[in-house]
């Protein structure tokens, strides 16, 4: 089962993002992105294995990409996937 998160920054966000990046350093307002859209992904995973009766998620793994047309990446894409298990009672 997975779950995915699939998000972007606003033109104004990329804008002030590419002027922070020449300066170099931590990119706060992409982190919170990406930390939300793992949130995301976790969350959408979680309701899927809940859905099928599972009881836990085991070898849980995270993907992500990013995503734009031309030499833009204007997108993030995260998953969030396992294998959903039933305990045994």
């Given at each position: 089962m997975?779950?995915?998160s699939v998000r972007s920054r606003s033109d104004f966000g990329n804008f002030?993002?590419?002027i922070r990046?020449?300066?170099g350093g931590q990119m706060g307002g992409y982190e919170k992105m990406v930390r939300?859209?793992?949130e995301d992904a976790v969350a959408g995973m979680i309701a899927?294995?809940?859905a099928m009766g599972a009881d836990a998620v085991?070898?849980?793994r995270f993907d992500g990409s990013s995503m734009g047309s031309g030499d833009k990446e204007?997108?993030?894409e995260v998953t969030?996937?396992?294998t959903a298990v039933k305990l045994a009672e």
């Open positions: 997975y779950g995915i002030m993002g590419k990046s020449m300066a939300r859209a793992r899927e294995a809940e085991i070898a849980f204007d997108f993030i969030a996937y396992g």
